[in-house]
């Protein structure tokens, strides 16, 4: 049996199809890594002993080897040592007849920018190679007592500051589920391998949509947690702090359900991370007013400023009939929203005061060049601001933030569903910086990726009698492909306001169910 | 009868001796605007009608007046206005029997950065005098409306970056425990007043000990809460706005009792104003785990990198007694406090990142000179900061964050006392900016200042031993003068993890029985 699965070039489609077929697998490592189970399904098999630690680290070690190889996914690779671990965890098992922790024989990966020790955080800089890490960040120690295993970290874009997945180091990553298209980014690495199945739970950050991105053009859940929800502190930073720039990222995981993010999401904060992170509000989500409603008023934003490809569209109209065909009442949020198209402008702006210097810095440092799809993204060469320039964006930024929390209250809305982007996955290079995503960052709301259809070229026609409203408008409506994007995950973004994390993560299991029948 | 009070230059003590010998307040409004009562047990006196809204109102706004012409701490007078509107809530009363809100009556004052619709807002700025604002901040709509009558605005430092009050429109206020010292500031006019009783409650702000120092230096007390407890928004401000520092301005109460600026902190807190402010934090306050502890564990900080002159010693020495006898147990936190000078350095880097850029700003449009006193604090010639520079203070300013709450949690304590200031209340442009306030706005931690003894020449001589650590330690030891002194309030700070507001206040009210007798 060959370890090896070479790409066909030619090869167009959902490469996770090769997984089956390559043999790699044994039925049962196909079992623990498929579809049957969710990570908390999946921790609950393995703490009634249906399933070993180790054959579970040792399943999606083998399905991440084959992402490797088909989608580029991994930076650092610690397989090994993952099994030696999962052999301790089965130990303690045996012994006690208990799990160590709720996430017990999980094996989790984390964006590049994470610290393990022992491993580089090079973040794709050539002048960071070779430098392991002297610590391992705090959430990862904090997921590791809870009975998690670190099987690899995954690839991030140069700069970290762009939606694809491409750097000098480790190459551009693909989208396993067409893999022609982009992976999104900046943890696009998380993205590919989560919708490969090649791990149980995955960690992302995200400054401007870079776990929902991902998460959206590959099909899996993602959250973007308001700030000091979950310990950020101790991370391989790839820019200037965000608390400068106004806009500060957070971590979050990517993951395929709603409810294995709350795992997550619980498991980490039951531990009380406020008592190692300063950045981390205690009691944000345990006890928080005004408690989730039974059943929540439903925003709906169609378009702000740039108007959606036709798939994103029809998914949008098509969650509001649903959900209203379920009882819930809906609100058109679209006239009352603030301009996303101004809250983009002040958040490129905020992203690049200090001109790139950060990322041209550790770019000088080896003599390597900017990639291609860092320039094209468009913050690369955007001008240097002064202080009272950055202090004026930041003003606009606090109007935005004011006019989002008046706009919400005047409306009612509980939850608001709304694209994550203009479009579905694109191809490499084209994905365009005017997202539905950087604004739930620059209101700090907290926000969730939901997978909820593909792209059907038979009915999401090219739209013949589209008028753009200006020359963006039309330029990104130009760059729609149905037969390039057949078959592209189409997914909803819900937000709820800043700090109702627990009230969102309850709604979203609630409109999951609707939406995609889940139980 | 004179309505003027003259006051005598020579004269060197306790200036609120001169309200009653005035004879301008009738013996009902001595006892109104008296120590008999706190903001607590005169609103409770109202809501019995015992006193009307208008005769409390009108006795307040006399004592202001008196105050005024001793110590000159108002800027805007709303005397007339305030009578209106206190008419309007008597009538209330007497036609439903019931008062407006937990605040029906009380006479308020704002520091001038507030805006009250009709009054300027200068800050001391003579560009920005005669432009009325048009708008009133939010929080003081939200004091009215729960019954609160604002009688006047009162005054600030030019720049409201130093810890002293003067500026060329307003001049400079006077201390009125002991006149020929300095108030503090940059809530100097709100410290005077309040200590002169000339108020029932007050507002300030903080970004480096503005409400505390006055606070400290008048005798009264402040609370500085973190960020994210009242809603700031709405306000005029007098620099760039502090996320991009790194270190954001709070407002809060400076009051006669710690259960005034409970009741302030609360009745704000229930008007839901995460809905109207989105810096903000829901739920903050009112449901926040730990819950506060029946006995806490209380750190004693008795000097970090400047020490403290001989009364400030004695007053920490005291209640570390008083607190062991009364059965709490304390712990000693000097030796395990981050630095407290690097902290002071870097927030002093921080909060000159523009090179005073904004105020000078100010100053030009009208061709004012900058006033002695700023210039001698010492932040005005810090030079101005690159990006990249102000990135790296604030990357040290989080190290800092992180070890102090460490040290919290390595020691194991709940609340700490500590100092205010190297000094009791100083010569005016003698406060030192070496002070133990701005370490809890760099950390976020909410601090209460509480009045405990006073300077005493008799047991607080000149420690004629001492050996300084520095040079720094030494000016600042020399300016240490007992008779100059004598009667200077000398207050403790109380000061609790970030975001424990809740529990603070609860500690802060124990701690007051036992250090002041108070029931």
């Given at each position: 049996?060959?370890?090896t699965?070479?790409?066909?070039e030619?090869?167009k489609?959902?490469?996770?199809?090769?997984?089956?077929?390559?043999?790699i697998l044994?039925?049962r490592e196909?079992?623990?890594?498929?579809e049957?189970?969710?990570?908390?399904?999946l921790?609950?098999?393995?703490?009634?002993?249906t399933?070993s630690?180790v054959?579970t680290?040792?399943?999606?070690?083998?399905?991440?080897?084959?992402c490797?190889?088909?989608?580029?996914?991994?930076?650092?690779i610690?397989?090994?040592?993952a099994?030696?671990?999962?052999k301790k965890?089965?130990?303690?098992?045996?012994?006690?007849?208990?799990?160590?922790g709720?996430l017990h024989?999980?094996?989790?990966?984390?964006?590049e920018?994470f610290?393990v020790?022992g491993?580089d955080?090079?973040?794709?800089y050539?002048?960071r190679?070779f430098?392991p890490s002297t610590t391992?960040?705090?959430?990862?120690?904090v997921v590791?007592?809870?009975?998690?295993?670190?099987?690899?970290?995954?690839?991030v874009p140069?700069?970290?500051?762009?939606?694809?997945c491409e750097?000098?180091?480790?190459?551009?990553t693909?989208?396993?589920?067409?893999?022609?298209?982009s992976?999104?980014?900046?943890?696009?690495g998380?993205g590919a391998?989560?919708?490969?199945?090649?791990?149980?739970?995955?960690i992302?950050?995200?400054v401007?949509?870079s776990?929902?991105?991902p998460?959206?053009?590959?099909?899996?859940?993602?959250?973007?947690p308001?700030?000091?929800?979950?310990?950020?502190?101790?991370?391989?930073?790839?820019?200037?702090?965000?608390v400068?720039?106004?806009?500060?990222?957070v971590?979050?995981p990517?993951a395929?359900s709603?409810?294995?993010?709350k795992?997550?999401?619980?498991?980490v904060r039951?531990?009380?991370p406020?008592l190692?992170?300063?950045?981390?509000?205690?009691?944000?989500?345990?006890?928080?007013?005004?408690?989730?409603?039974?059943?929540?008023?439903?925003?709906?934003?169609?378009?702000s400023?740039?108007?959606p490809?036709?798939?994103?569209?029809r998914?949008?109209?098509s969650?509001?009939?649903k959900?209203?065909a379920?009882?819930?009442e809906?609100?058109?949020?679209?006239?009352?929203?603030?301009?996303?198209?101004?809250?983009r402008?002040i958040?490129?702006q905020?992203?690049?005061v200090d001109?790139?210097?950060?990322p041209?810095?550790?770019?000088a440092?080896a003599?390597e060049p900017?990639?291609?799809?860092?320039?094209k993204?468009?913050?690369?060469?955007m001008?240097?601001?002064?202080?009272?320039?950055?202090?004026?964006?930041n003003?606009?930024?606090g109007?935005?933030?004011?006019?989002m929390l008046?706009?919400?209250?005047?409306?009612?809305i509980?939850?608001?569903?709304?694209?994550a982007a203009?479009?579905?996955?694109?191809?490499?290079?084209?994905?365009t910086?005017?997202?539905?995503?950087?604004v739930?960052?620059?209101?700090d709301?907290?926000?969730?990726?939901?997978?909820?259809?593909?792209?059907?070229?038979a009915?999401?026609?090219k739209?013949d009698?589209?008028?753009p409203?200006d020359?963006?408008?039309?330029?990104?409506q130009a760059?729609?492909?149905?037969e390039?994007?057949?078959g592209?995950?189409?997914?909803?973004?819900?937000?709820?306001?800043?700090?109702?994390?627990?009230?969102?993560?309850?709604?979203a299991?609630?409109?999951d169910?609707?939406?995609?029948?889940?139980?």
């Amino acid at each position: 049996m060959s370890t090896t699965v070479t790409f066909p070039e030619e090869y167009k489609g959902d490469v996770r199809l090769i997984v089956a077929a390559s043999g790699i697998l044994s039925a049962r490592e196909l079992e623990i890594t498929g579809e049957t189970y969710d990570a908390t399904s999946l921790a609950a098999e393995i703490a009634k002993g249906t399933y070993s630690a180790v054959e579970t680290v040792t399943a999606f070690c083998k399905r991440a080897a084959i992402c490797q190889q088909l989608c580029n996914a991994l930076t650092e690779i610690c397989f090994a040592e993952a099994i030696e671990k999962a052999k301790k965890l089965d130990d303690h098992f045996n012994t006690t007849g208990r799990t160590v922790g709720p996430l017990h024989g999980l094996p989790m990966t984390f964006k590049e920018c994470f610290h393990v020790k022992g491993y580089d955080a090079s973040n794709g800089y050539i002048s960071r190679c070779f430098e392991p890490s002297t610590t391992t960040t705090p959430v990862i120690q904090v997921v590791e007592k809870a009975g998690a295993v670190v099987i690899a970290k995954t690839n991030v874009p140069q700069t970290m500051l762009v939606a694809e997945c491409e750097n000098n180091v480790f190459g551009r990553t693909k989208n396993p589920v067409v893999s022609h298209l982009s992976c999104g980014g900046s943890s696009g690495g998380e993205g590919a391998l989560s919708a490969f199945r090649g791990n149980a739970l995955g960690i992302g950050t995200d400054v401007g949509g870079s776990i929902r991105l991902p998460a959206a053009f590959n099909g899996v859940y993602g959250y973007k947690p308001s700030i000091g929800i979950l310990p950020f502190i101790g991370y391989a930073a790839s820019g200037w702090t965000g608390v400068n720039t106004g806009i500060p990222a957070v971590l979050g995981p990517l993951a395929h359900s709603i409810r294995d993010m709350k795992l997550l999401t619980e498991t980490v904060r039951a531990t009380q991370p406020w008592l190692f992170d300063p950045a981390v509000i205690p009691g944000a989500m345990e006890q928080q007013p005004p408690a989730a409603k039974e059943k929540p008023i439903v925003g709906i934003l169609t378009q702000s400023g740039v108007t959606p490809h036709p798939p994103v569209l029809r998914a949008i109209a098509s969650a509001k009939s649903k959900l209203e065909a379920a009882g819930f009442e809906t609100r058109d949020f679209t006239p009352h929203a603030p301009s996303f198209s101004a809250i983009r402008e002040i958040s490129a702006q905020l992203f690049t005061v200090d001109g790139a210097s950060y990322p041209r810095r550790e770019l000088a440092k080896a003599g390597e060049p900017v990639v291609s799809s860092v320039v094209k993204f468009g913050f690369w060469d955007m001008p240097r601001k002064t202080h009272e320039e950055m202090w004026a964006w930041n003003t606009r930024k606090g109007e935005m933030q004011k006019r989002m929390l008046d706009a919400w209250q005047v409306l009612g809305i509980d939850v608001l569903v709304c694209p994550a982007a203009p479009h579905a996955a694109i191809s490499p290079e084209e994905t365009t910086k005017e997202l539905y995503t950087v604004v739930w960052n620059a209101v700090d709301y907290p926000a969730i990726i939901m997978p909820f259809t593909k792209v059907d070229p038979a009915i999401d026609l090219k739209n013949d009698a589209f008028e753009p409203k200006d020359e963006l408008d039309k330029k990104i409506q130009a760059l729609y492909d149905p037969e390039l994007m057949a078959g592209a995950p189409v997914s909803l973004q819900l937000v709820a306001p800043r700090l109702q994390d627990a009230a969102l993560l309850r709604y979203a299991e609630d409109l999951d169910k609707v939406l995609n029948g889940g139980d």
